[in-house]
């Protein structure tokens, strides 16, 4: 598994932190059956580089390099009003001196406004160059496409990002991720008995898998929908993770049962507020000061809540949540978390 041989920009120094959720494990054991449950430890990809950090960098450092490579000027994104993608995409842009433009899709119509904060104020802060709004359905893709060629008809190079940085390439990041997991689990001394992430473009969880793959790590991975339940996510993350492991060659045929995805999370709606993700948010951040934000990492960590609360692992697991970021959504749902 040669990850050399493709081009690579760098955005982060070094490991995230693997850490100990004591406090967090203790409130939560005290709600599963017999007062008891898993040991729950995190992975802070929330603490990666670029503006604010978060899984889309990992996979933007291959997909930015691409594009250099290409001799690109300007990046073309997609996503939703708070999207955490558009954010870390614009922050590559800035660093690497290229021109930056957003396809936005008002998933829940009426929830886009030029004034909000959040991502969005970050998007006008750090000098995004356009984006254009298009409603719930649109064809994302063709969307981008036709920023893209009135690009090319002014005599610039775009470089078109799917969303989530979700293809083959981008999700060689967490190839690396995995890679990089093996390591720290050994040198912590212990590996865990299941990794849980949020599940929704694809690329992480994908990636993530065909990483595990490649490496014979045997660690099930459980995604928690963000969008969809697993009779729609399932075939998307294996059909991720079969795009990332054609790349390297490896020769593995990624099977339906190597996919573990779970639902009833995510609802009423991607991006709409419910009571689980709720509490989510504010135990983990009154137990450990830690912050996660309400369209993904709040309801990934509501799926691992309430599987512990199934008593879905043996007491004292060890249990390792995909920290992925999404931190400056946060801030345009404060009424929601303080008040709901």
Known sequence: MDLARFPRRRY??????????????AELAATCPGGAGPEVWIKR???????????????????????????????????????????TTLSAAVKEGLKCQFVIEERVPGSFSDGAGGNHFLFRLMGVEDLTVVPAGTDMAGAMDRVAGVLRSRGRKPYVIPGGGS???????????????????????????????GSGSSGTHGGLLAGFLALGIETPIIGVGVSRDP????????????????????????????????????????????????????????????????????????????????????????????????????????????KG
Not at 12 to 25: K, V, W, Y
Not at 55 to 80: H, I, P, S
């Open 12 to 25: 982060s120094q070094g490991a995230t932190p693997i850490e100990l959720l004591r406090r967090f494990s």
């Open 45 to 87: 990809d929330d603490m990666l580089g670029l503006t604010p950090g978060g899984n889309k960098t990992r996979k933007l450092e291959f997909l930015v390099a691409e594009a250099l490579a290409q001799g690109c000027d300007t990046l073309v994104t997609c996503g939703a009003p708070q999207s955490n993608h558009c954010r």
């Open 167 to 197: 293809n083959a390439l981008g999700g060689l990041g967490y190839v690396d991720c995995a890679a990089e997991l093996q390591r720290q689990s050994h040198e912590i001394g212990h590996g865990f008995d299941g990794v849980v992430l």
């Open 231 to 338: 009779q729609d996510q399932t075939p998307l993350v294996r059909r991720e993770a079969q795009a990332v492991c054609d790349l390297l060659g490896l020769g593995i045929d990624v099977s339906a049962d190597a996919v573990r995805c779970i639902g009833g999370y995510w609802q009423p709606k991607y991006s709409l507020p419910n009571p689980m993700m709720i509490e989510a948010v504010r135990l983990l951040a009154r137990t450990e000061a830690i912050l996660l934000d309400p369209v993904y990492t709040g309801k990934a960590m509501a799926g691992l809540i309430g599987l512990a609360r199934q008593g879905f692992w043996k007491p004292r697991d060890r249990i390792l949540f995909l920290h992925t970021g999404g931190l400056p959504s946060l801030f345009a749902y404060q009424d929601v978390v303080l």
